[in-house]
């Protein structure tokens, strides 16, 4: 079962507007994983969250955790046409550790 | 470079050829993974193997067949493959499936297409 939904499925900003991203999931998780992916390339890992953990920062990003909504968000501040990319968010399931990906969000920060 | 390699970046085959994509990780991880990343779709978890055993297989057509020698190599045999079956694959390592947090290093991908 998909574990990450992501919402918007696009989005286009200025350079320096904030970006928000929504994630939902559908089963109880262990923790919440956010990546980037550039065009073409493979995912980096950006930050997670566990599921004892409300909100999490890492230098420009913030991320929240609602287990009772079952939903994260993932903050850009002050964006940079650098962070143009996909923007994905993963549920690990509790016991045997397997991350399920959703769709993503596409970032485009224009100068 | 993230540690994790995967080879060949651009593949095109056709139906009735065989070919292999490899990965390979200088990370010291215990556990990898297959992914295919097909446009519009969420990335599909093929294969998992952790300490060299496979312990997962999604349903996976036979045409496809993982092959992991020891935990540093990974290997994805391909053989009478299907246009469906073009998209970007990726090779993905982490310390383990059960010790504590679950971050995968992704390698760049591998990018098939069938014709």
């Known amino acids: 079962s998909q574990q990450g939904e992501e919402d918007p499925q696009a989005l286009s900003i200025q350079e320096g507007e904030n970006a928000t991203m929504n994630c939902s999931y559908k089963?109880?998780?262990?923790?919440l994983q956010w990546y980037r992916q550039n065009s073409g390339r493979g995912l980096v890992h950006l930050i997670l969250?566990?599921?004892?953990?409300r909100e999490k920062h890492s230098g420009r990003l913030r991320v929240t955790l609602d287990t009772s909504k079952k939903s994260s968000s993932l903050l850009i501040t002050a964006s940079r046409a650098a962070d143009t990319a996909s923007y994905f968010c993963?549920?690990?399931?509790?016991?045997?550790?397997?991350?399920?990906f959703g769709t993503g969000t596409r970032l485009l920060v224009s100068p | 470079e993230t540690g994790v390699t995967q080879t060949p970046r651009h593949l095109v085959m056709g139906m009735t050829n065989k070919k292999s994509l490899k990965c390979e990780q200088h990370?010291?991880?215990?556990?990898m993974y297959w992914y295919k990343q097909s446009a519009k779709k969420p990335l599909e978890l093929m294969f998992v193997?952790?300490?060299?055993?496979?312990?997962e297989n999604n349903s996976v057509p036979s045409r496809f067949s993982p092959e992991c020698p020891n935990s540093s190599h990974l290997f994805l045999h391909l053989h009478t493959l299907q246009p469906e079956d073009s998209a970007l694959y990726l090779c993905?390592?982490?310390?383990?499936?059960?010790?504590?947090?679950?971050?995968?290093?992704f390698g760049a991908g591998s990018r098939l297409t069938v014709l």
């Open positions: 193997y952790n300490f060299k055993e496979q312990t």
């Open positions: 089963t109880s998780i262990n923790n």
């Open positions: 969250i566990r599921s004892n953990e």
């Open positions: 993963a549920g690990a399931n509790t016991g045997f550790q397997k991350l399920v």
């Open positions: 993905a390592s982490s310390q383990d499936m059960v010790s504590g947090a679950n971050v995968l290093t």
């Open positions: 990370l010291g991880h215990n556990a």
